[in-house]
């Protein structure tokens, strides 16, 4: 296949919850780049071609990585990579990073980092590095990482902290979210954070965010003062502020990007 490949798949029961998708790419003649938007997943990438260099933001420094995992950002991520790319990603959901990384989980906030480096791994990453690279069924190698990851989901998750996202998805306020499970605000602000990294005014400000792009993609002609009152936002000025934060750029240039047929890598 000359052009770009891109492959995705929902979990498996068995890990349904921890992961939100599996995902494979490959551009074998072409360089590859992508602006991608903040999202509230920790992607795991099992690189099997050249390195990618990876900038955080607007004017992050640009790093070079192979194999990485990745805490929660609140902005744009550019991703680019010479011809040759190949990988397979694991995006997990929040949920997944507590019972994968545990505490570990809020140190990865803003941060890239070697797979070879991930204690969870057990030294084990060269071994299944190796297998990904053996095959070149995507389907085998989906079913492959799964069953390496599945075994290592043994962290206890914080039942109050899972509950929180819970309501803040629902479009609850911090504070209303505090007082449904039971903490003051306080309490909560601190919580959050030790556990996942971000502040949970900004986990709310990233799920409204993304609740605006579920409307626009699922939204044949997008009105945006439509969007932005379905997902919450004041006004379309206030929407179009989000995505500049979140997306690097205006909602109109971001939707003209957007090919069903080659969706955005998710790192």
């Given at each position: 296949?000359?052009?770009?490949?891109?492959?995705?798949?929902?979990?498996?029961?068995?890990?349904?919850?921890?992961?939100?998708?599996?995902s494979?790419y490959?551009?074998?003649?072409?360089?590859?780049?992508?602006?991608?938007?903040?999202?509230?997943?920790?992607?795991?990438?099992?690189?099997?071609?050249?390195?990618?260099?990876?900038?955080?933001?607007?004017d992050?420094?640009?790093?070079?990585?192979?194999?990485?995992?990745?805490?929660?950002?609140?902005?744009?991520?550019?991703?680019?990579?010479?011809?040759?790319?190949?990988?397979?990603?694991?995006?997990?959901?929040?949920?997944?990073?507590?019972?994968?990384?545990?505490?570990?989980?809020?140190?990865?906030?803003a941060?890239?980092?070697?797979?070879?480096?991930?204690?969870?791994?057990?030294?084990?990453?060269?071994?299944?590095h190796?297998?990904?690279?053996?095959?070149?069924?995507?389907?085998?190698?989906?079913?492959?990482?799964e069953?390496?990851?599945?075994?290592?989901?043994?962290?206890?998750?914080?039942?109050?902290?899972?509950?929180?996202?819970?309501?803040l998805?629902?479009?609850?306020?911090?504070?209303?979210?505090?007082?449904?499970?039971?903490?003051?605000?306080r309490?909560?602000?601190?919580?959050?954070?030790?556990?996942?990294g971000?502040?949970?005014?900004?986990?709310?400000?990233?799920?409204?965010?993304?609740?605006?792009?579920?409307?626009?993609?699922?939204?044949d002609?997008?009105?945006?003062?439509?969007?932005?009152?379905?997902?919450?936002?004041?006004?379309?000025?206030?929407?179009i502020?989000?995505?500049?934060e979140?997306?690097?750029?205006?909602?109109?240039?971001?939707?003209?990007?957007?090919?069903?047929?080659?969706?955005?890598?998710?790192?």
């Amino acid at each position: 296949m000359a052009g770009p490949v891109f492959l995705s798949r929902p979990p498996s029961r068995a890990v349904g919850g921890l992961i939100a998708r599996i995902s494979g790419y490959s551009s074998k003649t072409k360089p590859s780049w992508f602006l991608e938007t903040a999202e509230l997943v920790f992607p795991i990438v099992f690189n099997l071609g050249p390195p990618w260099d990876i900038r955080l933001g607007r004017d992050g420094d640009v790093n070079r990585n192979s194999s990485f995992t990745a805490g929660l950002f609140a902005g744009p991520v550019a991703v680019s990579c010479d011809a040759g790319a190949e990988l397979l990603q694991v995006d997990l959901t929040p949920l997944g990073a507590s019972r994968l990384f545990g505490g570990a989980a809020a140190e990865l906030a803003a941060q890239v980092v070697d797979l070879r480096a991930v204690d969870r791994f057990e030294g084990e990453y060269d071994a299944i590095h190796d297998q990904l690279h053996g095959v070149t069924d995507w389907q085998v190698r989906f079913e492959l990482i799964e069953r390496f990851l599945a075994p290592r989901f043994g962290h206890a998750a914080s039942i109050h902290i899972q509950k929180s996202w819970r309501l803040l998805a629902q479009g609850n306020t911090v504070s209303d979210t505090a007082a449904a499970i039971g903490w003051s605000t306080r309490h909560l602000r601190t919580r959050f954070r030790q556990e996942t990294g971000i502040r949970p005014v900004t986990a709310a400000r990233m799920l409204r965010f993304q609740r605006a792009r579920t409307f626009a993609l699922c939204s044949d002609n997008a009105d945006w003062a439509d969007i932005a009152a379905a997902a919450g936002y004041s006004d379309q000025a206030h929407l179009i502020r989000a995505f500049h934060e979140f997306a690097g750029e205006l909602p109109t240039t971001w939707a003209r990007s957007v090919r069903p047929s080659e969706p955005r890598l998710h790192l």
